[in-house]
Every structure is written in C-alpha cells, then in structure tokens.
C-alpha cells in the first residue's frame, strides 16, 4: 500500500510541475440600456464582416490595420461568419478599443 502512495504522490508532483498556468486578459463589454433615447446627432455607421480568413468594411475587403486607420469615429456593426474564432473577435475588439466617439456593436 505504501509503494502505491508514494506513486500516487510522484504523479501528482509531475504533472503539478509539468501544467502551465496562464492568465488569461479581458475585455469591457458595455451593455446597451434598455429603452435608451436616440440623440440628435447623426453618427456614421459601417458594416463590418468578420470571418476566420476575411474582413470587410461595407463590402470591401481589408486588414485590421486598414480597418483602425479608416474608422475613427461613428458606430461599427460587427457580423460574424461561422467560421469566426473568438480569437479573431478579440484581435477586432483590442484594435478598436479605447476610442472616443467610437462604439462597437457585435450582432448575434
């Protein structure tokens, strides 16, 4: 019985060291308020199409780069392919985040 804790406890030690342990970063969604007013100014709105191979902006294709660079202010619409990995979605979202006048919309 002995030998077989002392196996057990190797076990464990092993894969204790051996495991990696990673953190992992966030994102802030905002959630949209429920029976909030539309104001007066009108906001630019552009369509984006997200897939795992592809991005378009309004029907054009383009890159994350080209796509920060070109939208600065307004509302993006952000559509996912099936084949979207989240991965990707958070390639999209850390690129556009922390910009005034800028809001991102993710539809289901």
Known sequence: MTPLIDVIFLLLLFFMVTSTFST???IELSQAVAGA???DTTTERVFVQLGADRLTLNGQPL???DLTQ???????LVSLDDDTTAQRLVDLLVRLRGRDGLSVTVLE
Not at 70 to 76: K, L, N, S
């Open 63 to 65: 890159t994350l780069d």
């Open 37 to 39: 007013g539309t104001s």
């Open 70 to 76: 070109q939208v600065t202010e307004g509302q993006i």
């Open 24 to 26: 992992f970063g966030e």
